[in-house]
DNA sequence: GTATATGCAAACCGTTTGCATGGCT
DNA sequence: AGCCATGCAAACGGTTTGCATATAC
């Protein structure tokens, strides 16, 4: 690991008043650590961690992920019934989801354009636009 | 209920060749009965058949969901990650999302303008593209 | 009569939680 | 020292499944 990257990552938890503990440290570097956005599932970081060396277990990814959520670092999108993913990357854009294998990726936000929303019922407003294209392979 | 009911019920089941078993036909009633579009959970779809009187376990509510999408009758929203929707309006159109109560309607397809989509990766196509927009309360 | 649908209860699986231990400041 | 994070295992909740019974054709 570089130098940059654990600063990133150390940075990121700060950004948030997280405390840089081991396990926070490790995760976010799989996260973030080299600056480019990701999108994960608990048990694919989890898997990702141990494969890294680092032990962390299943609970604290589940509890760690939350807290990064919560703190704005990263954002659940919902995709698929069985398994939460969160993104890396926190502003509104439209994903791509391959049917075929579950993966979950960034769509080119400038090639969507959302000419108009419908109108939110009075009282209420937009809290966020989830916009996933599903991909199946061409036969 | 009205011969009209009974008859759309019958005749949405025979177009899928699906046979009219009280308990589907129940369902379909619930469903469709009065040319209503409409977005069920299965835990509130078998609440609804309770309060109507007929006796279907939750399980064959949950296999019968899972057999009309199966046939095209109807289809499944992911919005939630803990629950499942189906809906039977069965095209591409956008979705309200009421955060306060998990209530899901439709929203006016007419007002949301998708002027471009991302272009897809080559092998692959289009399968759906869904659009929630998540509703929170103003304050 | 044969294929298929239903009901029950148990299994399932991703996720959450209680509680004791350990680490950060 | 005090508060907070971690780990384990048990609990949880929506959904699925195996198998015996009942129903449609």
């Known amino acids: 690991m570089t130098p940059e990257t654990l600063e990133r990552s ?20 799989l996260l973030v650590g ?5 999108h994960v599932t608990a048990e694919g970081l989890h898997a990702a961690s141990v494969a890294a060396g680092d032990k962390v277990s299943l609970a604290t990814v589940y509890n760690t992920l939350r807290a990064f ?3 704005g670092l990263i954002k659940e ?12 990357r926190t502003d ?8 075929e294998d579950g993966t979950l990726v960034d769509a080119n936000a400038a090639q969507m354009k959302i000419a108009a929303l419908p109108t939110p019922p009075t009282g209420y407003e937009v809290a ?7 991909l ?3 036969d």
Not at 10 to 29: C, F, G, M, V, Y
């Open 10 to 29: 150390s940075k990121w938890l700060a950004r948030a008043n997280l405390r840089p503990t081991r396990q926070r440290l490790s995760l976010a570097t």
């Open 136 to 138: 199946r392979k061409r």
């Open 77 to 88: 999108v919902t995709v698929d019934g069985t398994r939460s993913y969160f993104d890396t």
């Open 128 to 134: 966020k636009v989830d916009v996933v294209v599903r």
């Open 34 to 38: 080299d600056g480019q956005h990701r």
């Open 92 to 99: 509104d854009h439209p994903h791509f989801y391959y049917e």
């Open 69 to 71: 959520c919560e703190a």
